[in-house]
Structure formats: structure tokens, C-alpha cells
T-cell receptor
Framework: SQQGEEDPQALSIQEGENATMNCSYK?????LQWYRQNSGRGLVHLIL?????REKHSGRLRVTLDTSKKSSSLLITASRAADTASYFC????????????FGKGTSLLVTP | DAGVTQSPTHLIKTRGQQVTLRCSPK?????VSWYQQALGQGPQFIFQ???????QRGNFPDRFSGHQFPNYSSELNVNALLLGDSALYLC?????????????FGPGTRLTVT
């Protein structure tokens, strides 16, 4: 079973626009991570946010975490065609060891 | 600094056969995890190896087994292949020890079972 669920399933925007993806999860977590995957290849780690953090930035990425709502959002500002990919959130469930639990991902298409 | 490497890139096997996939972790990492990603789905955790022992296992049958070598590289073995085993198999490495660490993924091995 999958712990996280991304929303929307698919998103299409134009270059220069901002893209926002959301992730909801079911049980308490230690950390939440966002990954990017291009065309069925390996996952690229984007950012990790710990359960005691509320917001984190990395370049054009902004991640928020609301543990009371069990949700997170990933904002990509000033998107580029190269941002076209699938984006996954992954959680490690508190007291459940080291496994990452992924959602089904958001497929982002950025058109020139 | 080489990242996580996996071999082979692609593999085609027949139902009932056995397959071995290989993974070399990122330099400085001693923990290896394996994930299965079916088409259109997120990765599913298979198991994790640390100090040459299986530290945690996901909800996969015993047909899936693994090994970690003293140099921290790892193998994933799948016996009696089923059509449903067709997927992208991802290896991830991280520094071990206490606490949770970021996991870095390799490019994956695409397994097709016919």
C-alpha cells in the first residue's frame, strides 16, 4: 500500500509559470522528501524536510510541510521545459524503520 | 565522485527463470535499499541491507532475496519470475548508522518478463 498521494496526477503549464504539487500522507512521519524522475529513469533527490520544519527552500524549489494536516506542497517557480518530469513525495513512517513510502507521483509537463 | 550505479540497464527474461540485479552504492555509503516500480506507480520498498544483513523488508514474497558484500555493493535476486515482476528496479544508497538519511537512487534496471 502507498502512504503518500500526490495531487494533481498531471499538470501542464507554460515556461515561466509556477507549478504547485501537493502530497498527503496517512501516518506520522519523521521526514518527507521530494524526488524527480525523468522518463522512467532513476529518481533524483530534490529536498528533504523534517517533521519539525515548516518550510524549506532550495533554488527555485519551495517545500512546505503541515504535520497537522498530514500534507506537503512543492512549488517550482519560473518553470523551465527541463522541469518536465514526474515528481514524487516520499515519507518515512515514524517507528517503522528506514523504508521510504512513495505516492504515485505528479506528472508535470512544461511547454515552451 | 561516482553516484549509485546499477547493472544491467535492461533485461528480458522468461517466466519461471531467475534473475540477478547488481548495485554499487555511492562512495561513502554503506546502506543499500531496493525498490520495485511498476509502470505508472511509485516505487515500492523491497528491502534494505546494512552491514551485510537484511535490516528491513517490505511486503514482497520470499522469491525476492538479496545480498550485500563487504564492499557494500548489493545484489537483488528474483526466482521463479512472474509476468507481474516486470518493472523498473531501483537501488538506493545512504549512509548507515542511527537515524534516517537521504537516499540516493541509481538509474534502475528495467526488467521485462515474457
Amino acid at each position: 500500500s502507498q502512504q503518500g498521494e500526490e495531487d494533481p496526477q498531471a499538470l501542464s503549464i507554460q515556461e515561466g509559470e509556477n507549478a504547485t504539487m501537493n502530497c498527503s500522507y496517512k501516518t506520522s512521519i519523521n521526514n518527507l522528501q521530494w524526488y524527480r524522475q525523468n522518463s522512467g529513469r532513476g529518481l533524483v533527490h530534490l529536498i528533504l524536510i523534517r517533521s519539525n520544519e515548516r518550510e524549506k527552500h532550495s533554488g527555485r524549489l519551495r517545500v512546505t510541510l503541515d504535520t497537522s494536516k498530514k500534507s506537503s506542497s512543492l512549488l517550482i517557480t519560473a518553470s523551465r521545459a527541463a522541469d518536465t518530469a514526474s515528481y514524487f513525495c516520499a515519507t518515512d513512517v515514524m517507528n517503522s524503520g528506514y523504508a521510504l513510502n512513495f505516492g504515485k507521483g505528479t506528472s508535470l509537463l512544461v511547454t515552451p | 565522485d561516482a553516484g549509485v550505479t546499477q547493472s544491467p540497464t535492461h533485461l528480458i527474461k522468461t517466466r519461471g527463470q531467475q534473475v540477478t540485479l547488481r548495485c554499487s552504492p555511492k562512495s561513502g555509503h554503506d546502506t543499500v535499499s531496493w525498490y520495485q516500480q511498476a509502470l505508472g506507480q511509485g516505487p515500492q520498498f523491497i528491502f534494505q541491507y546494512y552491514e551485510e544483513e537484511e535490516r528491513q523488508r517490505g511486503n514482497f514474497p520470499d522469491r525476492f532475496s538479496g545480498h550485500q558484500f563487504p564492499n557494500y555493493s548489493s545484489e537483488l535476486n528474483v526466482n521463479a519470475l512472474l509476468l507481474g515482476d516486470s518493472a523498473l528496479y531501483l537501488c538506493a544508497s545512504s549512509p548507515g548508522g542511527q537515524g534516517f538519511h537521504e537516499q540516493y537512487f541509481g538509474p534502475g534496471t528495467r526488467l521485462t518478463v515474457t
